[in-house]
């Protein structure tokens, strides 16, 4: 009978309330004019500067457990955008080889530059663009992350684990900084890239990231004489010899392509490495000279 009794009680307060004679001095009686306003309800959006113990293609809430980078992890996120415009009100994320897609890839092309202090391509890197999922989208999520790896070799874009940010890492003299390999070649094919010492016993030295604008990947892949002229073009930037006819007696290239996926989503970076096949280095190319890189 109590909790009948209180409901009651209840009630007649409030009835004798509204039928008195007046309100107090200083209430106006109205009950719905003082809560304040609700705010508009804000969506999950991801932290920049954080890393993750795993790789994630599409970022799924329930996937999101960030750490310190100090931890052991396997990618850290270097930038959180936005889709704006028309690319926003698609009805699901963007798919690779989309507008939108390359927009996202761009921006996180120059974000992560400035993050690592220089292209990302040319350290042991990798780099992918992570949009929310259909069903977070489908609920206002309009962010994307660009998350960075460090991955085993040019050889192999399996993402290793870590320790420490990424940040600043191409501008200090590591391991993640691409420089002198010896090519593990048979026939006419480079079968790996194993990495040495430029003080060391070697033949190739990467000089730089080509931009393949403007081919199809079919003919990159096929190893278009254009990306060759390319690459030996920041060859002859790197060396300090004349960018002339020739330059393909001096040294040949070895280009490593982005894979399929990579194309797709916006990814036109050619790794170059400049070539010696007939004598042996034992040091940089880089300011070498035409003495130190002769017509044959």
Not at 30 to 43: E, K, M, R, S
Not at 94 to 113: F, H, N, Y
Request: glycine share 14%; hydrophobic share 40%.
């Amino acid at each position: 009978m109590r909790r009948w009794w209180t409901a009651v009680a209840v009630g007649g307060a409030a009835l004798l309330a509204l039928t008195g004679c007046g309100a107090p001095a200083g209430v106006d009686a109205d009950l719905a004019d003082d809560w304040p306003a609700l705010a508009a309800p804000q969506g999950f959006v991801p932290a920049a500067g954080v890393c993750h113990e795993g790789v994630q293609d599409v970022g799924y809430l329930s996937g999101y457990h960030p750490v310190d980078c100090g931890r052991s992890h396997r990618a850290e996120t270097m930038h959180v955008g936005t889709v704006t415009g028309a690319d926003a009100r698609r009805a699901t994320p963007p798919a690779g080889g989309t507008g939108a897609m390359l927009a996202a890839r761009t921006e996180c092309d120059r974000e992560v530059r400035r993050a690592v202090g220089a292209d990302w391509r040319s350290g042991r890197l990798g780099l992918a663009v992570v949009f929310p999922s259909p069903a977070a989208w489908t609920g206002g999520a309009r962010w994307f992350r660009c998350d960075l790896t460090e991955v085993e070799s040019v050889d192999e874009a399996r993402a290793t684990l870590r320790t420490g940010s990424l940040r600043g890492a191409l501008t200090r003299d590591t391991d993640l900084r691409l420089r002198c390999f010896e090519p593990q070649v048979d026939g006419d094919d480079v079968e790996a890239m194993k990495p040495v010492s430029c003080t060391a016993r070697h033949h190739a030295e990467f000089v730089g990231v080509w931009p393949a604008t403007g081919l199809s990947y079919a003919q990159v892949t096929k190893g278009d004489g254009r990306v060759h002229k390319g690459c030996l073009g920041l060859l002859a930037k790197y060396t300090g010899v004349p960018n002339d006819g020739n330059l393909r007696f001096r040294a040949g290239s070895i280009f490593y392509h982005p894979l399929e996926r990579e194309w797709r989503d916006g990814n036109r970076g050619v790794q170059c490495f400049g070539w010696v096949s007939d004598r042996t280095l034992t040091r940089s190319l880089k300011g070498i000279g035409t003495r130190g890189l002769p017509v044959r």
